[in-house]
């Protein structure tokens, strides 16, 4: 088993930066495939990045390439997610997911164990 606790979200102004950080535990030398996602409200949970970190590969979705890096320090086992020029469309419940797969997906289905979420708003 891996457990997953997501931290850092908050409130933050159109433009501005957040970082959020997710803690593992337990198997997770079993999970090299990690990921972001995320689900704002009336809406479905959408692919937001994913990393190998046993070969250093990364995935983004359109919506965040070039403002978005997810990075992984083997050392604390934990995942990040920086989120530069964010914007108010950006807002929602950010969870980390991890899988058990050695290829990264996009697809929620393929992971297998997520934290609990935390909350990013991104005000106008």
């Known amino acids: 088993q891996v457990q997953l606790v997501e931290s850092g979200g908050g409130l933050v102004q159109a433009g501005g930066s957040l970082r959020v950080s997710c803690a593992a535990s337990g198997r997770t030398f079993s999970t090299i495939v990690m990921g972001w996602f995320r689900q704002a409200p009336g809406k479905e949970r959408e692919f937001v990045a994913t990393i190998n970190w046993s070969v250093g590969s990364t995935y983004y979705a359109d919506s965040v390439k070039g403002r978005f890096t997810i990075s992984r320090d083997n050392a604390k086992n934990t995942l990040y997610l920086q989120m530069n020029s964010l914007k108010p469309e950006d807002t929602a419940v950010y969870y980390c997911?991890?899988?058990?797969?050695?290829?990264?997906?996009?697809?929620?289905?393929?992971?297998?164990?997520w934290g609990q979420g935390t909350q990013v708003t991104v005000s106008s």
């Open positions: 997911a991890a899988s058990k797969r050695r290829y990264y997906s996009a697809y929620g289905g393929d992971y297998d164990y």
